[in-house]
């Protein structure tokens, strides 16, 4: 299915152009990377929004299929060496905390959970779409607190409806605040979580699984 022929409401609000945003690198080639402390969240969040406010953008943005350095940070992603996940299954829009987010669809409240712990989503919401015969699920990661209780499974949601906000850290995750936005065709068991990152040795079927979603949400 081709997903960029499907009308979407901008998920933040207002379309993603060049200019309110800048791509962002988290890979062994941006070198600047050495330099920062990750395990420092506030360190980490000085050097992601200093990029943004010298571009003088509203939001950074990217890192699907992303081979990152950042998961280094965290025991989340850092098992065994053959099963560690770095590769980035979804597109990261890097905002302010409390920034709203907009269903890009019409859909259904799929499932939703607070999936604790340092470099984690921290709240989390997934929703499901039904699009002719398929259903495509969309993940939204490292929310606010606040977001949950906004949350009911089976209620409807309109395209273009304020379904959440942006979390700040340390409760979304220990993260930089940003939107992790992910598209999903098979969620499995999975319910409230699923994962975000992947193994190169599992890259085949994630990449299948969970398609491109700057072509839904239109980030030009």
Known sequence: MNLSTILAFPIMG?????????????????????????????????????????????YGVGGY??????????????????????????????????????APLAGKIHSFQDNVGFGNYGPTLILSHQLGEKTLYSLYGHLSSASLSLFEVGREVSAGERICEIGPFPENGDWPPHLHFQLIWDMGDFWGDYPGVAAEKDLAYYRENCPDPAPLIGIL
Do not use: C
């Open 14 to 58: 207002e379309v993603l152009r060049p200019e309110n945003t800048l791509p962002l690198d988290f890979t062994e080639a941006n070198q600047a990377l050495a330099e920062v402390n990750l395990s420092d969240t506030a360190e980490f969040n000085a050097f992601v929004f200093g990029q943004m406010q010298t571009a003088e953008k509203k």
């Open 65 to 102: 299929l992303e081979k990152r350095a950042i998961y280094r940070r965290s025991e989340v992603f850092a098992t065994e060496s053959s099963n560690f996940r770095n590769i980035h299954l979804g597109v990261d829009i890097w905002a302010a905390g409390g920034s709203p987010v907009y």
